[in-house]
């Protein structure tokens, strides 16, 4: 939520006018500007009497007379030069500023040139903004007032609306999904199933190999996706499940991952990059990490995986998980992050493979 620096002033420079006055009789003045006498009438101006047609502007050297006359640095201006030379300029038009204007970010504006060209626009509503407004990630202002009253997308925050998303849709299950993710949205089992191939060779390339084991994919609405996650929380999108099986003569393992239908592909992708860290740290650590190192890593294999595509939704998702207040996911993740600056990938994935929390000092 921001505030809108809005000032609106009116322009400081005070403008005189000079009075003819009547030489009365007997007085001696001399003309400040030709240095003759002065008989009949004359300008007074600070002191100082000029015939009244000597009352000359600096720099256009017209007389100005009885006109209006602005004074700066003990020089004597008629309005028009005043206002080229030194009024403040309108940072829209470039043409002086006389009158009311408004001050936005250190710069000065005409009233009209501002509510034209310069003020913020409510993306919903299309009305200037006043006090209180929201900017989303993707530089959409809104005014505040409709915050609560709009249903914001849950993959990209944007408000979901005609204007701006052009369009959106509730799933069944109740999720909001807005029109420009909707483009993207993972609905289909095989494109779902080559994504997680894809991923996985990702993080493959990059040191994390998953030692070759099948893993099951599921793509599931919320509420199947409740029924297996034992700690389900709202904004959860996926998860792996291990389960082994021993007998006296065989052992068996499975991995099956969960990942909600309908998440728009850059989404999609980080979140199976995700599932896939986790089941690489059942193989690899099957003591079991501590969360905050266990979900930061998975954070941090999907940020990582997610620097193989570019735009602004990817930026997105980036920033998600880079500013994300949560104690296990956020700061799982910048501690992780922090230590793989230190100690590289090779010497993170060491830690994952010997220890079960951060080392010391991360
Ligand atoms: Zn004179
Ligand atoms: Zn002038
Ligand atoms: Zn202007
Ligand atoms: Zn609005
Ligand atoms: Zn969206
Ligand atoms: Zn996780």
Request: proline letters at 4%.
């Amino acid at each position: 939520m921001k505030m809108y620096p809005f000032i609106a002033a009116i322009l400081l420079g005070i403008f005189l006018t000079a009075v003819v006055i009547p030489v009365v009789d007997g007085a001696e003045l001399i003309c400040e500007y030709c240095k003759r006498p002065i008989t009949g009438e004359y300008i007074q101006v600070d002191g100082k009497c000029y015939h009244p047609e000597h009352f000359l502007c600096e720099k256009c050297r017209k007389p100005i007379g009885t006109g209006q006359y602005y004074k700066e640095n003990d020089k004597y201006y008629c309005m028009s030069c005043y206002q080229t030379l030194f009024a403040p300029r309108c940072a829209y038009c470039n043409r002086p500023i006389n009158g009311e204007y408004i001050q936005h970010d250190g710069k000065s504006y005409h009233k009209e040139c501002y509510d034209r060209h310069v003020a913020l626009r409510c993306a919903l509503c299309g009305e200037i903004i006043q006090g209180r407004y929201i900017v989303d990630f993707w530089g959409n202002v809104y005014c505040a007032k409709h915050e609560g009253k709009i249903p914001q997308c849950e993959s990209c925050g944007r408000f979901i609306s005609q204007q701006v998303t052009n369009g959106g849709f509730e799933m069944a299950d109740g999720r909001h999904i807005c029109g420009i993710c909707l483009r993207t949205a993972v609905v289909e089992f095989d494109e779902a199933s080559h994504l997680l191939d894809v991923v996985r060779g990702h993080l493959d390339r990059a040191g994390i190999v998953i030692k070759q084991e099948a893993i099951t994919l599921h793509l599931v609405d919320q509420r199947e996706l409740r029924e297996v996650s034992p700690s389900h929380w709202p904004d959860q999108l996926g998860i792996a499940v291990f389960e082994e099986y021993e007998a006296d003569t065989y052992r068996l393992r499975t991995f099956d991952v969960y990942i909600l239908s309908g998440l728009p592909r850059i989404k999609f992708i980080a979140v199976a990059a995700h599932e896939l860290m986790h089941v690489w740290q059942y193989l690899e650590s099957p003591r079991g990490n501590n969360a905050a190192l266990c979900e930061g890593s998975c954070q941090y294999a999907a940020s990582l995986v997610l620097q193989n595509y570019a735009g602004k939704e990817v930026e997105y998702n980036l920033t998600s998980i880079a500013n994300d207040p949560s104690e296990m996911y956020g700061e799982g993740f910048r501690r992780v992050r922090r230590l793989i600056e230190k100690k590289g990938l090779g010497g993170w994935l060491d830690v994952l493979r010997t220890e079960k929390n951060f080392p010391a000092g991360y």
